[in-house]
């Protein structure tokens, strides 16, 4: 079965540093090098903290 995920690519307008966030991993908070700056992503929600530069949303594949 095919289930969709969301993958959000985004820079810390701190420290410059490119992170990517998986809505797929759960209580998942992804922190940039600097700790300012943080997401979680979820399904249906997402949570951020810091100064968050939005590069890239993708919605990919899971195969199983
Ligand atoms: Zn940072």
């Known amino acids: 079965m095919d289930k ?3 993958k959000i690519t985004w820079k810390c307008g701190v420290c410059d ?3 990517e966030s998986y ?3 759960r209580w ?3 922190i940039c ?3 300012q700056s943080g997401m979680d992503l ?3 929600y997402s949570r951020q903290m810091g100064e968050i530069i939005i ?3 993708e919605i990919l ?3 199983e």
């Open 4 to 6: 969709k995920y969301k």
């Open 17 to 19: 540093s490119i992170q």
């Open 23 to 25: 809505s797929n991993r």
């Open 28 to 30: 998942d908070m992804d």
């Open 33 to 35: 090098k600097c700790g």
């Open 42 to 44: 979820e399904e249906s």
């Open 55 to 57: 590069v890239k949303e």
């Open 61 to 63: 594949e899971e195969n």
